[in-house]
Structures are given as C-alpha cells and as structure tokens.
C-alpha cells in the first residue's frame, strides 16, 4: 500500500512544505495538496512542493467544475507536469454543495459534469482540440499545450453512482475523509466490480482515500484530537461513509441537534473513522487499513504542525 500525507488546504503553508521535505526524507509516496473555496488553492503549494522535492508525487484534490474551466485546470496540470513529469495526478470532483454554492453551482446533473469534466480534461492533455459544452462549459476550437507525460485523473467520489463512474472513466477513485474501514472496503468492491464490467485492467486503476490521522504517546489522547473534527462532519453523511457503525436514531438526533455528534465517536468509533495510534501502534494501525484493498492512503495528521516532521519520519518505519 503506498502511503502519502494529505494537506487540508485550511492550514499554514510553510509547515506543510516542511512536512513535505520530511516525507521525502522519510521514504513516503506523495503529498496530496487539498483546495476548498475560499482557503488556499491547489496548484500554487503543489507547485512549491515538486520545485522542493525530487521524488514525490504530488496530487491536486478537489478542482471543480464549479470553481475551473477545464482548459484553466489543463493549463495548469500540462505546467506543472512540465516542471516534475511523472510527479503529479488530480483528483477532480464536484465540490461541497456548500462551498459550490457560494459561486452559484449546485450538484445537479452531477454524473454527467463529473464524466464530462473528467473527459474534456483527458482530451485537453491530449493535445485535441475541443468544442462545444462540456461539464457546464464552452469551447470553441479549445487546445492547451500537451505535457509529454500527461497527469492521471482520478475522480473524488462517495456515493455508488459516482464510484461505478469513477470505475469506468477515470484513472483512479479518490475516497472520501471519515469513512469507515467497512465503507473503505465496500467501496473497493463496488470499484472493482465496475472495472471488470467496463473490461478495464485493475492493475491500472488506483483507489486511494484520504483518512485523517493522530499519534500520541497513548491511543485516548490520539484519539482526543481527532474527535472535534469528526463532529464537525454532517452527522448524516456517516449513513452513507460509515454504514452501520452508529444506531440511526442516534445520529437522527445529531443531525437535529439533540444530540451532540461528539458524544458518539468513541474510540472503537474513531478507530473505525480515522488512524489512531501510538508510535508503537503504527504499523498495526496501517495494516488496518492496508486490508480494506484501497492502494494509496494520503494521511492527514491533526497533531500540531512542529511535530510532523518527526511523526513522518515514524511513519517511514512503520510503514507495510
């Protein structure tokens, strides 16, 4: 299982480009860069990472129809790629419905945006020409300059529509922060099934998820730092991440706010939702999820920015 961290996108820059240097050191796979509307962007700290690093890949999470015409997107992949080829994948979704909104979107007809974006971006890297309306766009005799290596394109998905197309069309399946390790494995399934169906090699496919993470010298103060943040998350989005993990009267009564979501994340649950572990644990920890079949986890560690470095570094020995 390849093993790479994640950025938010919601923090400081210069810690995450010191934590990027550590993976690098530390013998990780990648650095995902994560943009939501409003914070920071994708492709500017993508671009600082690979001009740091000279081995790690480097992926751009949550471009969006929303928010990028997909010749902009190509435009700045085909650069990117020209500055570290081979070095640089995205995963492109549909975005927050929340965060969508603030620009006017919202996620209708969204199979069709996200095969279309994912398509036009593909020819675009291709060197086509390009017309017409696509994923909400128009072109009239659009064309980008081709990089030599063009980036793979993976589709954020989460519901099972969305993971059949991602099978079908994409390069990879980019899951969703605060799934559960049954949803992770589910999910696998459901991907494969859709390859095969599309007579696809899964050889070239990567399903990947980003999982949020902490280390603590016990697992109770892991796993303290981590509660907050998952009871940030939509209580009824764990019906569909976490399928079973909590009592559907309960998180009836969190998402109508009679119930505080924190009051059902116990460890067992966070143990299930996220990495939580010591430094002697790791490697346990990771086998976990290691055996739902995902190939790529990009971990997001919510410990405090000082201390990733050495957290990375144990992470690289405790790797599968």
């Avoid at 017409?132 to 998905?157: M, N, T, Y």
């Avoid at 494995?185 to 993470?213: H, K, Y």
Wanted: hydrophobic share 50%.
């Amino acid at each position: 299982m390849r093993l790479s961290l994640s950025f938010s996108g919601f923090g400081p820059l210069p810690p995450t480009l010191r934590a990027a240097a550590a993976a690098e050191a530390a013998g990780l796979d990648g650095v995902w860069m994560c943009e939501h509307l409003g914070f920071t962007d994708s492709v500017v700290p993508a671009a600082a990472v690979l001009a740091r690093t000279g081995r790690l890949e480097v992926g751009l999470v949550g471009p969006a129809p929303i928010a990028r015409h997909p010749a902009l997107l190509a435009m700045e992949l085909s650069s990117l790629a020209a500055l570290a080829p081979g070095r640089v994948r995205a995963q492109v979704g549909l975005g927050d419905a929340l965060l969508a909104g603030m620009l006017g979107g919202d996620h209708r007809q969204g199979l069709r945006v996200a095969r279309e974006y994912v398509d036009a971006l593909r020819r675009l890297l291709a060197g086509e020409r390009v017309d017409g309306e696509l994923a909400g766009h128009r072109f009239s005799g659009c064309a980008v300059a081709p990089p030599h290596e063009p980036p793979a394109i993976d589709l954020l998905a989460v519901r099972p529509r969305m993971l059949d197309l991602a099978g079908r069309v994409a390069d990879g399946v980019s899951l969703t922060a605060g799934a559960s390790l049954g949803y992770l494995a589910g999910a696998v399934s459901s991907v494969v099934e859709a390859l095969a169906q599309a007579r696809r090699d899964r050889a070239d496919f990567r399903i990947s998820a980003t999982v949020l993470g902490s280390i603590g010298e016990d697992e109770e103060s892991a796993a303290a730092m981590l509660r907050p943040i998952l009871a940030g998350f939509s209580p009824s989005g764990f019906e569909v991440t976490a399928p079973g993990l909590f009592d559907p009267t309960a998180l009836a009564d969190a998402q109508a706010g009679r119930l505080r979501m924190a009051e059902l994340l116990t460890p067992a649950a966070l143990c299930e939702l996220a990495l939580v572990a010591t430094p002697s644990t790791l490697p346990e920890a990771l086998a976990r999820l290691a055996a739902t079949g995902i190939d790529e986890v990009a971990l997001g560690l919510v410990n405090p920015p000082e201390l990733l470095p050495g957290l990375v570094e144990s992470l690289g020995t405790a790797r599968p």
